[in-house]
């Protein structure tokens, strides 16, 4: 018990510290940033999958009237972290094309079930909400000297980073036979800090630099159905519905833009701050999975989150005005089919024990760049659940899963990112009472 107490604080502590590091994606700087993924470990070797999956060894924050399924004598414990290495490529006007390659490393989440009362399970944790992270330039010939060669070049420079995260306290209640339900409550916070210079080579012409800042500290509310159904002895069907409640975050996000004379050295400042200006939508999910003898299940998902009714904050080049837009933003939908197979959980070959997964997923995008529809995402990922065995343990587990994520849309850069996830579940008797001491 000390050691998974003294873990979570650990994980807990390298989450804060990371929380922020887990992209480069030039996407990253519309919107709220890369939309996370919330899944756990056991979820990801099938891409997420989760809305109509109901385990009693593992958390599965993707519906929380799944808590309502752990077993009376467990305590689980999960943390994960993933490691990344992304390629982008972009496709230019001639014809030719320049390719880039970023690694990243994230420390993830770090999420506990247990049950409180019969038929109730309590879950808590921290989880990614949006990632922002990118660093890119691009320079033009603004001048020609009377030979006709450049003697003046502009640089345009595009920075940012930061994201949000979210802490949450959650319960399942099996309220009546099959049915449960379940909420989680969330605290929303983060930070992004997005930059943009233009620097002249000329030093007769300003330099703009703006910097565009936001802090959110606000709440997220979701709720979850289940309903287990079994067909005699060996298969259950589970249905899962979701609602997550959307609101303004009552953040007030800020431009300020400084103009600098090279000559002079003087600089000018002026300041924007956009009243209310950053929103979260209302989402809707349906998942349903089967299962056979304990062994095979087969789930599908479906999510759509209502991003297009979210305006954001847009600088109107020609005006110089900074206010809340609309049509920057379109609803995302997200579909997932996935699947584990467990030869035989009680058997006495490894191997049997061993869970293996597979899964597939596409997405819309949520955002619009330069008017037109983001990049969409096609994934694939497979994994496994690695029983740890020892002396006094023989129920936690160790899940590996690899992932491939193709982002791409019509002449916008494509990136396909291939991901590791590892999550370590420690799944621990802390509330049986033995007879001997």
Not at 182 to 205: E, F, P, T
Not at 266 to 279: E, F, K, N, P, Q
Not at 305 to 328: F, H, M, R, S
């Amino acid at each position: 018990m000390k050691k998974t107490i003294i873990g979570a604080i650990v994980c807990a502590a390298a989450l804060t510290a990371n929380a922020q590091s887990g992209t480069n994606s030039p996407y990253s700087q519309f919107g709220l940033g890369v939309l996370s993924d919330q899944s756990q470990g056991g979820n990801r070797g099938m891409d997420g999958l989760g809305l109509g999956l109901r385990f009693s060894s593992q958390v599965n924050t993707l519906n929380p009237a799944s808590y309502s399924a752990v077993d009376s004598l467990t305590m689980l414990f999960d943390a994960g972290l993933s490691g990344q290495v992304t390629n982008f490529k972009e496709v230019y006007a001639d014809g030719t094309s320049k390719k880039i390659n970023a690694n990243n490393s994230d420390f993830e989440y770090v999420v506990g079930l247990f049950r409180i009362m019969p038929k109730v399970g309590f879950s808590f944790g921290i989880l990614p909400f949006t990632n922002i992270g990118y660093n890119y330039s691009s320079s033009s010939v603004v001048g020609t000297d009377s030979e006709g060669q450049p003697s003046s070049m502009s640089t345009e420079s595009h920075s940012g980073s930061g994201g949000v995260h979210e802490a949450f306290i959650g319960a399942g209640w099996n309220f009546y036979k099959g049915l449960s339900i379940g909420a989680n409550i969330g605290y929303l916070w983060g930070s992004y800090d997005k930059s943009v210079s233009v620097v002249n080579s000329d030093g007769y012409v300003n330099s703009v630099q703006r910097n565009y800042s936001a802090v959110v500290r606000n709440y997220k509310l979701d709720f979850g159905l289940q309903w287990e159904h079994r067909w005699g002895k060996k298969d259950v069907t589970v249905l899962g519905l979701t609602y997550g409640l959307g609101h303004s975050l009552n953040s007030d996000p800020e431009l300020v833009t400084t103009i600098s004379n090279p000559q002079t050295g003087v600089a000018s400042y002026d300041t924007i701050r956009v009243a209310d200006g950053l929103h979260i939508p209302s989402s809707l999910g349906v998942g349903v999975s089967w299962t056979h003898n304990n062994s095979l299940t087969v789930g599908l998902d479906y999510t759509m989150q209502k991003w297009g009714g979210c305006d954001i904050p847009e600088l109107n080049a020609v005006t110089g005005e900074y206010k809340t837009v609309g049509g920057l933003l379109k609803d995302r939908h997200k579909l997932t089919l996935g699947t584990q197979w467990v030869p035989n959980a009680m058997s006495r070959k490894f191997l049997n024990r061993v869970n293996y997964r597979f899964g597939v997923s596409y997405n819309t995008p949520y955002i619009k760049v330069n008017g037109k529809d983001g990049p969409k995402e096609y994934s694939v990922s497979a994994g496994f659940g690695i029983p740890i065995v020892n002396a006094w343990n023989n129920r936690s587990m160790l899940n590996i899963s690899a992932q491939w994520v193709r982002a791409s849309a019509k002449d916008l850069i494509t990136e396909n990112t291939f991901r590791i996830n590892i999550g370590l579940t420690f799944n621990e008797r802390w509330f049986m009472k033995w007879k001997v001491e």
